[in-house]
């Protein structure tokens, strides 16, 4: 008889609908996957019963429910503590409040794989409190898991290469890469080795937003932030105790000029009137023979002021970042144990289906250890 678990879903969007599709489509697993719960922001189909909801019309079912049958965060946590089977919260939100009910679920015994990356990257207090609370440290039998490898690198193997690394008794000295999909972009095609077209800053936005790579508002991706979220994860893990994404230096692409412009119209406007801030930048680099690439930084060697800092920095042409293509990811472990030859982990670094696929890897692992 295969064991089984209670899968619930927060977040039903392309993250959302791809993990679905991805969750239908496993192959010849040992495992029950029962889906009793999918949920939007206003609208959810619930399994009073907890038995799994027909899924080859859940996408017309939720659009169909009514309001009345979303669940505040305090109410999926009710349900969920009394799932008959081991369950699982699949969050693929980037909502701050459900992340902050995460302690919760947790001492209830629910788990979560998610790739929320608020949850993990807010105050110091929020992480504390979520991995206090979890069983991957306390050991208690009744507590739920927390995977989150989705938080940085989409399917990536980046933490879970981190954590392993940690856990076998390797010292971390120095982490770098690049993690905004987008960033990797812009600047693959702003800060090219070699001859090539130079192409304007704003250009390369524009481009960048036409072909979905970015946020509808691109300031969201320009700020920064969404790479410092990530490197807070990758600090804390590696043992430093970051307050906040925005407790160490992290340089904005945003001119300062346009930080007060309101409307995203106006922002993109006049954008190409600082175009000649980012040329000096690009041509000052390849006259060194270098290319510009938006990166983070944890440092964790001796004497280093800024142990984790995100911005742009200059590499030589047979740098592997250097090297990169389209809106790839790509991290360097440098540690004891690898020496002066980090470990590299490199390739598609966002999108819905690699998300996906990562919070699914996430799912499978929970379940291999909590399903009856």
Same mark, same amino acid.
């Given at each position: ?18 993990f679905i ?22 609208? !959810?189909?619930?399994? #009073?019963?907890?038995? /799994?909801?027909? &899924?080859?019309?859940?996408? =017309?079912?939720? $659009?169909a +429910? ?11 946590? !009710?349900?969920?503590? #009394?799932s008959?089977? /081991?369950?699982i &919260?699949?969050?693929?939100? =980037?909502?701050? $409040?459900l +992340?902050r009910?995460?302690p ?19 105050e ?9 609370a ?9 507590r ?5 490898e ?25 982490i ?8 990797s ?29 970015t ?7 320009l ?10 994860i990758?600090?804390r ?11 160490f ?8 000029a ?7 119209s ?5 954008l ?39 911005g ?9 970042f ?18 002066k ?32």
């Open positions: 008889m295969s064991r089984a678990v209670n899968i619930a879903i927060v977040g039903a969007g392309l993250v959302g609908s791809a599709n991805s969750l239908q489509s496993l192959r010849s697993s040992s495992i029950a996957y029962n889906i009793i719960l999918i949920a939007r922001s206003s609208k !959810a189909l619930v399994s #009073k019963q907890y038995t /799994p909801l027909p &899924l080859k019309t859940w996408s =017309s079912d939720l $659009a +429910a009514s309001s009345a049958s979303a669940l505040s965060p305090g109410d999926l946590a !009710a349900y969920l503590e #009394k008959p089977l /081991p369950v &919260l699949v969050d693929n939100t =980037s909502n701050e $409040a +992340a009910v995460y919760l679920f947790l001492q209830q015994g629910v788990s979560i794989a998610t790739p929320n990356k608020k949850a993990f990257s807010s110091l207090g929020l992480w504390t409190a979520i991995f206090k979890a069983a991957n440290l306390t050991g208690t039998e009744k739920g898991l927390v995977y989150h989705s938080t940085v690198g989409a399917g990536l193997p980046i933490i879970s290469t981190l954590k392993d690394l940690i856990a076998t008794g390797d010292e971390i000295v120095k770098e890469g690049i993690v905004s999909g987008t960033l972009y812009i600047f693959n095609e702003f800060s090219t080795a070699g001859e090539g077209e130079v192409k304007k800053f704003s250009e390369v936005v524009f481009k960048a937003k036409e072909l979905g790579y946020e509808p508002d691109p300031r969201e991706d700020n920064g932030l969404d790479v410092a979220r990530k490197l807070t990758l600090a893990l590696s043992g430093l105790e970051v307050q906040s994404a925005t407790s230096p992290v340089q904005s692409l945003i001119p300062k346009l930080d007060s412009v309101e409307e995203v106006e922002f993109l406007a006049r190409p009137e600082y175009d000649a801030e980012t040329e000096e930048l690009r041509s000052d680099a390849a006259a060194q023979g270098k290319v510009l690439r938006f990166v983070g930084k944890v440092d964790l060697g001796d004497g280093v002021s800024d142990r984790v800092k995100v742009i920095e200059k590499y030589d042409g047979s740098h592997p250097a090297s990169l293509k389209g809106s790839d990811n790509v991290i360097a472990f440098y540690t004891k144990r690898y020496g030859n980090p470990l590299i982990v490199q390739g598609a670094g966002a999108g819905a289906d690699v998300t996906a696929m990562g919070v699914l890897a996430d799912v499978i692992k929970i379940a291999e250890r909590i399903a009856k």
